[in-house]
């Protein structure tokens, strides 16, 4: 699919019925959703694009905003041709956000933890010192850079991820991580803004996730109009992939009733 830019936008498609849009998170890509989207796939249409930047889907221009991932689904939705339910993990989550603050034809909405705090200007000397790490090929550094700076990790969990180097098969999602930097540093972390969001929203989390993210979606949930909360016991920002049926019933109980 081309979007309103000519960025090529590649996806996948399954299942049945209503119409569901699956926006993955940073260091994503058509991959992200499928442990969920294999409990949805009998209830729902599922579609899954690559958000600009991650293969097989075009890098797209730099630097890159929000706006230009709100016409990609924009074309993804003409392209469907019927509102949708939009769904978003982590950094899709606040691009499902803004997707749906644009006016899109959206019926509901579902996010998982969307990082709203990782935003402004205090992210552009992590963007630049990311690029050179890219640049140099020294992907530990760069892991270690998003973790701290951007995700929050905390010391102990980071001290694990150092524990060993990345593994040779991993994709190279550097150039998507770039672009995803680029849209936050210039974004606002005004979470004011989105008491425009009117739709049923299913605001999801893990109840062991660190901060700043838990005070961040507390905030979020204040502000949206029509939200409902669910917490995952023992689940941490990952439970996506962790508990993927859990996710799944959640989300199919709420699209059923919304």
């Not at 409990?39 to 293969?55: C, D, K, N, T, V």
């Not at 469907?80 to 993990?89: K, N, S, T």
């Not at 935003?119 to 963007?127: I, N, S």
């Not at 803004?193 to 905030?219: F, K, N, Y």
């Amino acid at each position: 699919m081309e979007s309103f830019d000519g960025t090529a936008i590649s996806y996948r498609q399954l299942g049945s019925g209503p119409p569901v849009v699956l926006v993955h998170g940073s260091g994503g890509g058509l991959h992200s959703w499928q442990p969920v989207a294999e409990h949805l796939s009998a209830r729902f249409e599922l579609w899954m694009p690559a958000r600009r930047g991650y293969a097989p889907s075009g890098p797209g221009r730099s630097p890159k905003r929000f706006a230009d991932e709100v016409g990609d689904l924009e074309a993804l939705i003409t392209e469907i041709g019927r509102p949708v339910d939009l769904v978003g993990m982590s950094y899709g989550a606040t691009v499902a956000l803004h997707a749906v603050a644009s006016g899109l034809p959206v019926r509901s909405l579902v996010l998982w933890e969307p990082p709203l705090y990782a935003a402004g200007e205090e992210l552009t000397p992590v963007l630049d010192e990311f690029a050179e790490l890219s640049a140099t090929g020294d992907r530990r550094r760069a892991d270690r850079l998003l973790a701290e700076k951007v995700a929050r990790v905390p010391a102990a969990l980071l001290d694990l991820m150092d524990a060993g180097e990345p593994a040779d098969d991993e994709p190279d999602d550097a150039l998507g991580w770039r672009r995803d930097l680029e849209s936050m540093a210039a974004d606002s972390a005004d979470l004011g803004r989105w008491s425009t969001v009117t739709v049923p929203t299913l605001l999801m989390r893990g109840a062991d996730t660190w901060q700043p993210m838990p005070e961040t979606l507390d905030r979020l949930a204040n502000a949206l109009p029509h939200v409902t909360c669910t917490t995952f016991p023992g689940q941490m920002h990952f439970a996506p992939s962790v508990v993927p049926e859990a996710v799944a019933a959640e989300i199919t109980r709420f699209l059923s009733r919304s």
